[in-house]
């Protein structure tokens, strides 16, 4: 428990009410370590966000257990900029126990206005550093350097050189660290008024990612021109620079190429064209030049390989840690299925040896730090269904006018980044920004897919929690509880085969603010693959290659739609232990997970499979009772390879998510 959290934890006391209303002005419930430290002492915390919600949730996991004679304590958490203590109902409230905190409660030293920007992902290290340094408060200009120095490790005053510029940008996107508006306004300011600086076009590298590494991709080229021999050839020719700003880059200092090297291993950097055998001994710079594609293939794996396990979080990380490291997994995945025999064979043991131990890593998070996850503020989402409430956000903001929001069913973070580099090749530039959110476990499409549309945790669908039949009805009410009236709102389901872009002729998209399209190739591919995830990559890519995806995302984006892309789930490679069948409500193809009618079945089922766990969490509907296999396992005839869901690992639960802007 760290101490901010502490802060607030100590005013939650056992047994001084049956229900203790709490004013959260600032979110700071939603952490998920608040959340889970106060239901550890023995309290259930509800989000009151409606009231058709939250009644539901008193009358069946409160009222009637009380009547019961149960001794349980309620904690009703509310947003006093939207409700009062007295708006909540009059015999909830009656004799409850009433908090408040803000944010000024906790920072008292810092300026309210610069601290509010930040996710509480940070607090704990800005409330160590409020209490070893802030000995005084500080105004607003303060508290920014502030911040900055002691959250972000930007400090401005020491950003005198190019290399330091570079450095910091490359720190702050590789990482994908989101620095606040107002931080990043702040930033630009004070470097836009250093001479050196002028010729950078600042205010766009430090605030878009996509922009940044498009910035270092076509300057790439001209460092290794000059890096290398003369007579050397380069087979690309020097091409004409999209951003201004000087056109060599100091790739070469000590604080900027470590951070290069990890952009190539990664994938996403665009290594350039050189004949290998006069490439340079220095790796990081190799890892940048294609000679024969199966030479980089093999190199970057090998680098990535030695750093997945010295950069894997553990169970204290944050989520958003974990989100960032999923990427690199996902790459090294990807590479595996591409590498020289010889490579292959060199890593046999070594890279299956490194997943089972990543995957050991993530199971004890999840354990501990996956609970809260779904109080988290949408704005900032970390899970599926927050994703709705992210662009309600922005509407409402007006950062945005119309979103298309895609879900491409069953899609894991390894086959995406698969169609990414084929989206490229088909003519979109670096303008995808990427990032990943959390699925729902059990990762099935009826539980994690209707949560994606709908913007609700699965406990408020529990009478369809085994139908796929539902998304529409569920993103049409979601909108028309936020004022959209029916032709504003717009859903396709399709396959995602050429020619399935005429779904789209029957709506008016000039009329739409929302649209919704589910794509279920992917899912379909995976159902019927024999060959594990090798094979299903390569049929991924054949489909990004036919071109339907390509075309939709133009239409979409030419009509002036901000375009989202996710999924629902992810999928993994495992081998079949048997197929256990008593009592199953789950949905036949997620193949790594069963749901029982009773706890006793899957007690039963439990007893008879080596490795199975229980999978418990307040949001899932309280009739469900999860039973999960190992990693690497699947319920599925005995020996049988396939790639599948319903599970928990890394893999499955945590899933891409990319904001594309014009592709044309």
Not at 420 to 445: H, M, Y
Not at 493 to 506: E, I, M, R
Request: a negative charge; aromatic letters at 10%; glycine letters at 6%.
């Amino acid at each position: 428990m760290s101490d901010w959290q502490s802060f607030i934890l100590h005013r939650f006391v056992p047994g001084v009410a049956r229900v203790t209303a709490v004013s959260d002005a600032d979110g700071l419930l939603r952490d998920p370590g608040v959340f889970r430290a106060i239901e550890e002492r023995g309290f259930s915390v509800v989000q009151f966000e409606d009231s058709i919600s939250f009644r539901y949730d008193y009358e069946t996991r409160f009222r009637a257990r009380w009547d019961a004679g149960e001794a349980i304590e309620m904690v009703v958490v509310f947003k006093p900029s939207e409700l009062e203590f007295e708006t909540l109902p009059a015999d909830v409230l009656a004799h409850a126990h009433q908090l408040s905190f803000t944010l000024r409660d906790v920072f008292p030293r810092l300026s309210y206005g610069v601290v509010s920007q930040l996710e509480t992902v940070h607090f704990e290290a800005l409330f160590r550093a409020q209490t070893q340094y802030a000995s005084h408060p500080l105004g607003e200009e303060l508290t920014k350097d502030f911040v900055l120095q002691h959250v972000f490790s930007i400090v401005p005053s020491i950003i005198t050189k190019e290399s330091d510029l570079l450095r910091m940008l490359c720190q702050k996107h590789y990482g994908k660290v989101a620095v606040p508006e107002i931080l990043e306004a702040y930033l630009v300011s004070v470097l836009s008024h250093r001479g050196v600086f002028q010729s950078w076009p600042l205010q766009l590298l430090v605030r878009d990612r996509a922009a940044f590494l498009e910035f270092l991709d076509e300057r790439w080229p001209a460092f290794v021109r000059e890096t290398m021999d003369e007579t050397s050839i380069v087979r690309e020719e020097p091409q004409k620079l999209k951003y201004s700003g000087p056109a060599l880059l100091p790739f070469q200092h000590d604080d900027v190429r470590v951070f290069i090297d990890n952009l190539f291993e990664d994938g996403i950097l665009t290594p350039v064209s050189w004949d290998w055998n006069e490439a340079p001994s220095e790796t990081w710079i190799r890892v940048g030049i294609i000679g024969k594609p199966e030479e980089n293939i093999d190199l970057r794996f090998e680098e990535l390989g030695k750093h997945l396990l010295t950069s894997c979080p553990d169970k204290s990380a944050s989520p958003q840690e974990w989100t960032a490291f999923a990427y690199r997994y996902a790459q090294a995945n990807l590479l595996w299925k591409q590498i020289s025999q010889p490579t292959r064979e060199k890593y046999q043991r070594e890279f299956p040896r490194i997943r089972s131990f990543v995957n050991e890593q993530f199971s004890a998070w999840l354990a501990c730090g996956y609970a809260g996850l779904f109080n988290y503020p949408a704005v900032t989402p970390l899970m599926v269904h927050h994703l709705p409430g992210y662009m309600a956000h922005r509407l409402e903001k007006g950062d945005a006018q119309r979103f298309a929001f895609i879900i491409i069913d069953g899609l894991a973070i390894e086959q995406w980044l698969a169609i990414r580099d084929e989206l490229r090749k088909q003519g979109i530039a670096g303008n995808i920004e990427e990032s990943a959110v959390f699925a729902w476990v059990p990762s099935i499409t009826p539980i994690s897919r209707q949560a994606a549309f709908s913007g609700k945790i699965p406990r408020y669908f529990a009478e369809s929690i085994t139908q796929t039949n539902r998304d529409e009805i569920r993103w049409r009410q979601f909108w028309s509880d936020r004022g959209m009236v029916s032709g504003q709102v717009g859903f396709v389901a399709v396959p995602g085969d050429v020619g399935d872009g005429s779904a789209l002729d029957a709506l008016d998209l000039s009329q739409l603010r929302v649209l919704a399209i589910t794509l279920f190739k992917v899912d379909k591919i995976m159902h019927g693959m024999q060959l594990g995830s090798a094979g299903m990559i390569g049929q991924v890519r054949s489909w990004t290659e036919e071109g339907f995806l390509r075309s939709l995302l133009a239409r979409l984006t030419s009509s002036g739609f901000e375009v989202l892309i996710s999924s629902d789930h992810g999928n993994v490679e495992a081998v079949g232990i048997g197929t256990p069948q008593e009592g199953i409500l789950s949905d036949k193809r997620g193949q790594r997970c069963r749901i029982y009618t009773e706890p006793s079945l899957r007690a039963n089922a439990m007893a008879k499979i080596e490795g199975s766990t229980p999978w418990e969490h307040s949001g899932l509907p309280p009739n469900l009772h999860v039973l999960l296999a190992r990693y690497g396992d699947a319920f599925v005839q005995k020996g049988v390879k396939i790639a599948c869901h319903g599970g928990s690992s890394l893999e499955e639960v945590i899933v891409p998510f990319a904001h594309l802007g014009d592709t044309n």
